[in-house]
């Protein structure tokens, strides 16, 4: 299909149309973000305000155990929750492209539809699943295979589960567009060639498909770190990751130039992550299906 | 090898898809739980109604809740149609190629292209807490006014990308030949490029009022005092402890989502059918088809 897009010629004069949107982005997410990042420079005042002296003590504050530790476990968890995401999905993702296209639409469907339900019912599930007399505990003790109901609530288990759950469909979508848009002759090809199923996968359906599988990465990683209601609803009070720090900052302690600090530290880790994924070859646009 | 899967396969993802629905078919079995426990006892016992009764009791008090987030879905969703579909008929440039939020984020983009769908690249978090300073600043008053201006803020993207993927599907000659057949400026937009927008911009918007509704993180950092939108409320009951009458409403909320999926699923295949009619060439078939299956991030 040849597609050209709208380009022609009066396409100059309809830009100006772009101009309210781009107003409101760069009011309210350009100049917050540049505002946190001088937030984060100044010294907090009473009730919510900031001002001088500016520096960076709230960067210095940082690094302190309680938040490296924090840091630490963050990241920790996106590594994991990136890396079983990409252990369960591409799998997912790669049957789910080889399948007949009704199923393929039936699959896609069953795999959003959780995903546009509320974040919080689906975690709420797994209150539920992990409590102690919830199902799962139920479940185990009527099979004899526990004396006593296991502590599944409230641990960095649990935590870890729910958040590989919750990122498990950017991990598929990704792969599956990746997938989908795979040339087959080229794996028929390495087999015609006599490379053995597995050869093949390893050696031309991998690389094929990497850039959906940093994509994939990606998405599941950078999310990780900033979703506090996650660990606050299955996490026990030891479970401190990034967001749970920057929440209680800004909600506890008041501190709104620290916690700007927090944030800024968290943007620059995305940054980081955005720009390693560039140099590794991966272009934006996988990353937005 | 072959483009096929093996029985394995499918038993494989049977089982990823079980494990998916597993929390929310728990959610929806114990909102029948006749189990009077408030606690965190989990027992099914048998089947009632009674946690339906009791969301319906105005003192636990989802009503107003409610209303905040559906007022503030519609609001938001409103102008971000106009921003995203503006944004999208003046930023058409590149064609996208196979993908129905497409290459949104070219290299080549310009500055205020990546701030506008930045939104959805960065943590909510961060995004929360910026847009939380800056309305301080500004010395804007939490409340209806600012969850409106923030949830604008992340809904454009989504009909801004959804919009622009399928105006740049489009055949350029059609607004050609409306003007060379002396159609002004205007006309060519209103009779001509957002008709043929429109399935884009319903989805879009569609998506967008999912977001909105969903929206727990942001929402969280710049509500009111006399503001409190579904989630947030959700969230303040299930923080504590396990009340059961959660369960009701979430499933009450699931039945939504699926009957909305269900009927924007049967008109897009509608339109689809519709637009393959209209297109005798079949030239937008392949796209449309594409469309349909492809994901939309949520």
Request: glycine fraction near 8%.
């Amino acid at each position: 299909m040849k597609s050209r897009g709208v380009v022609g010629k009066y396409q100059r004069s309809r830009e100006p149309l772009a101009l309210p949107m781009m107003l409101y982005g760069v009011l309210f997410v350009g100049l917050s973000l540049m505002y946190i990042i001088g937030l984060s420079l100044m010294t907090r005042g009473a009730d919510f305000n900031a001002g001088a002296p500016f520096g960076a003590h709230n960067y210095a504050r940082i690094f302190s155990t309680l938040y490296l530790r924090s840091l630490l476990q963050s990241l920790r968890l996106a590594f994991f929750t990136a890396l079983f995401c990409l252990l369960i999905g591409y799998p997912f993702a790669y049957f789910m492209a080889k399948a007949s296209p009704k199923a393929r639409t039936w699959l896609m469907l069953l795999l959003i539809v959780p995903f546009w339900t509320n974040a919080l019912i689906r975690i709420y599930g797994w209150k539920i699943l992990f409590s102690a007399t919830g199902p799962i505990n139920q479940a185990l003790l009527g099979l004899g295979l526990i004396a006593r109901p296991l502590r599944l609530l409230y641990t960095d288990f649990a935590v870890q589960v729910g958040m590989i759950y919750a990122m498990l469909p950017f991990m598929v979508l990704p792969v599956y567009s990746a997938v989908e848009r795979m040339d087959w002759a080229m794996v028929e090809a390495s087999r015609d060639l006599g490379a053995s199923p597995a050869r093949a996968f390893l050696t031309v359906t991998v690389p094929m498909t990497l850039p959906g599988v940093l994509a994939g990465l990606v998405l599941t990683f950078i999310p990780s770190i900033g979703l506090f209601f996650l660990s606050d609803l299955l996490g026990g009070s030891n479970t401190m990751l990034w967001g749970n720090m920057v929440h209680n900052e800004l909600l506890k302690s008041r501190d709104l130039p620290f916690a700007a600090a927090l944030s800024v530290v968290l943007l620059a880790l995305t940054g980081i992550v955005i720009l390693v994924y560039r140099r590794m070859g991966g272009r934006a646009e996988s990353m937005v299906f | 090898m072959t483009k096929k899967n093996s029985p394995w396969a499918t038993v494989y993802m049977a089982l990823v898809l079980v494990l998916l629905y597993l929390p929310i078919l728990v959610v929806v079995l114990f909102s029948f739980n006749s189990n009077p426990g408030r606690t965190a006892n989990f027992q099914f016992e048998g089947f009632s109604l009674q946690w339906y009764k009791q969301l319906l009791d105005p003192v636990t008090g989802y009503g107003a809740p409610l209303r905040t987030s559906l007022l503030v879905a519609f609001w938001s969703v409103l102008v971000s149609a106009i921003l995203g579909t503006l944004g999208a008929i003046g930023l058409v440039r590149k064609p996208v190629r196979k993908s129905l939020l497409g290459r949104a984020g070219n290299v080549g983009l310009t500055l205020g292209e990546q701030v506008a769908v930045l939104p959805i690249m960065i943590p909510e978090i961060i995004l929360g807490i910026a847009l939380m300073a800056l309305f301080v600043l500004l010395g804007v008053p939490f409340g209806m006014m600012t969850l409106v201006l923030s949830h604008v803020v992340f809904c454009v993207p989504y009909i801004f990308i959804t919009v622009r993927g399928r105006l740049a599907s489009l055949d350029p000659g059609l607004e050609e030949a409306a003007r060379d057949l002396g159609a002004t400026p205007l006309k060519v937009l209103t009779s001509v490029t957002l008709p043929l927008a429109l399935p884009a911009i319903i989805s879009g918007c569609l998506l967008a009022f999912a977001m909105s509704m969903d929206d727990f993180v942001i929402s969280f950092f710049v509500n009111g005092p006399q503001t409190n939108t579904l989630p947030l409320k959700i969230y303040s009951s299930v923080k504590v402890g396990v009340p059961p009458h959660v369960n009701a409403l979430c499933t009450l909320m699931l039945a939504t989502v699926f009957l909305v999926v269900a009927i924007s699923q049967l008109w897009q295949a509608g339109a689809h059918k519709r637009q393959e009619h209209r297109d005798k060439a079949g030239r937008v078939k392949k796209l449309a088809a594409k469309m349909l299956t492809k994901p939309t991030k949520s």
